[in-house]
């Protein structure tokens, strides 16, 4: 779970980073050039204006008023924009934001779907304090291999039990204690071992109630009481 919303998370920053990068470009490929000018001959001789015809328009190029005249002067003003524009820069125009749109929902769709599976995925958290796992021996039994995990609001203690004295065992059950680090009891539960445990014999106990116990510091094993 961990890896795939790690990955999930570099895919949407490089997405992010990408979309900027486009749209700087973007900004910077718009970036219009407007040249405007006038023209004045001035002659002697017996020359005249008689007419001024625009030529044909190359990519982007406009004019930005009808062209006048009089005999001796003409007038006119062309928007020009990026050297080298062309019509093709329309179609790329296009693409470049529509590219743009694609990875905005998709950045949308993955984070959604991250969301949803922080949702539907329950945290698991495992109890890794030395006061709960360590090996703990209450009256020649002797408890180890000792988990404590937390899911869906629900806590598992789970610990092998093995009878190390020289008889069999007639203690079935005891109170497995959590305390936090100022010494406040924080929950006390019943873990059955059943009857009759063997020299040497060793038995899994495993005992659920509802709670959060990611807080324990440590654990006390004692005689089970009833209430």
Not at 153 to 166: D, E, I, K, L, Q
Request: aromatic share 8%; no cysteine; net charge neutral.
């Amino acid at each position: 779970m961990y890896r795939e919303t790690r990955k999930r998370k570099i895919i949407i920053f490089s997405l992010i980073g990408i979309l900027l990068l486009m749209a700087i470009g973007y900004a910077a490929f718009q970036t219009n050039l407007d040249v405007k000018g006038n023209s004045q001959i001035t002659s002697n001789w017996d020359v005249e204006i008689i007419n001024v015809k625009e030529g044909e328009k190359a990519g982007l190029a406009e004019s930005a008023k009808t062209p006048t005249w009089t005999k001796t002067e003409a007038s006119m003003e062309t928007n020009l924009y990026q050297k080298g524009d062309s019509k093709g820069h329309k179609t790329l125009s296009i693409i470049t934001t529509v590219l743009i749109i694609l990875i905005i929902i998709l950045i949308i769709v993955l984070w959604v779907n991250n969301s949803n599976d922080k949702k539907l995925k329950p945290e698991v958290i495992t109890n890794t304090n030395e006061g709960i796992i360590k090996e703990e021996d209450y009256n020649g039994l002797v408890f180890n291999n000792v988990s404590l995990i937390t899911e869906k609001g629900y806590t598992t203690f789970t610990a092998s039990v093995t009878n190390r004295n020289s008889e069999v065992s007639n203690i079935s059950d005891v109170n497995i204690n959590f305390y936090d680090k100022n010494d406040n009891l924080i929950m006390s539960f019943r873990g059955n071992i059943g009857d009759n445990l063997n020299p040497g014999e060793t038995r899994t106990i495993t005992s659920s109630t509802k709670g959060n116990l990611n807080k324990a510091s440590y654990k006390t094993i004692t005689e089970y009481t009833q209430g």
